[in-house]
């Protein structure tokens, strides 16, 4: 197997570099942070917005999707919450309050766009003002999309029984909807990834549905986070490790999987572009665009420098490299 004329094990070799040096798994565990404090504000947002939605239990479908997902604990904490928040009386949409939500539900997304400039190794140019709408634009973005794409499975059950219905098979449409599904759910999460790709790191790029970086976090994703679920229900003792908070450890723990898996995508499509004739170089922000000078990019100290001996020799032979340069 060769990917752009990579072999695999040199592929894998290069992604493991990337991980230390970019500290991918402590950008998780902030992204994780982020998920957590994001939480609630989103499912206010969901929650408002569902109730414009033309489907009934849009929310309760939605739940229903990613149930099989979740681990248990994690799902009863949301579940609480959602309950919580569709008997009490709740702001107007676009009061104050709904901005914060929106504010605080930004947040995580926010994080991740910073990780994915560290993947593409830039620097933020954009001005703060434009990049905190962005937050906020792609966390609605992306909260309508889980709704539509809950309605549009509603929907397509409906009319799938009915027309099943008219050619006497209804009794086989349960079970071929139930592996229909699957796909189905597959094909938004990739969506959502890949406008994640697209528009938060501080580059230009084509826009692309599938991405080696989207596919493989989509399977990373369903595979993980039920691979977690299982072991979580099956062989785990948050409670009794943790008592009360067991549930939200568990929680914490599939958003840091979640965000791991995340940001790994985009060191993916980073790695492959950097790595193509056709593509962008490292540091720069377009196709045929001069990179920064090493010294200006955020490779020149690399996040895992700081616990990874061989990170930090990596770093500490690009800083000589460039003193020399500099006095020679």
Known sequence: MALLNMPAWVFVKKLAKRIADNAVTDRAATLAYYFVFALFPFLFTLVT????LPVKNAIAELMARIDPLMPEEAMGIIDDQLHSLATQQR???????LFLALWSASRGVDGLRTALNLSYDVKESRPWWKVQVLAIAVTIATSLLMLLSIAGLALGSSAGLWLAARLHV???WALLWAWLRWPITSGGVMLVLALL???LPDV???????????VIGTLLWLLMTWG???????FGSYDKTYGAIGGMIVLMTWFYISGFVFILGGEVNALLEHASAEGKAAGARAAGEAPPPEVERPSIAAPGAAKNAESAARTQRRLWSRWRKSHA
Do not use: C, I
Not at 49 to 52: T, W
Not at 91 to 97: A, D, E, K, V, W
Not at 204 to 214: A, D, I, L
């Open 91 to 97: 702001p107007r949409l676009l009061t104050f309050g």
């Open 49 to 52: 917005l569902a109730a414009y």
């Open 197 to 199: 790709y697209y528009f």
């Open 228 to 234: 977690f679920s299982v072991y979580a229900e099956n």
């Open 170 to 172: 209804d009794q086989f």
């Open 204 to 214: 230009k790029q084509e826009w692309r549905y599938v991405t080696p970086g989207s």
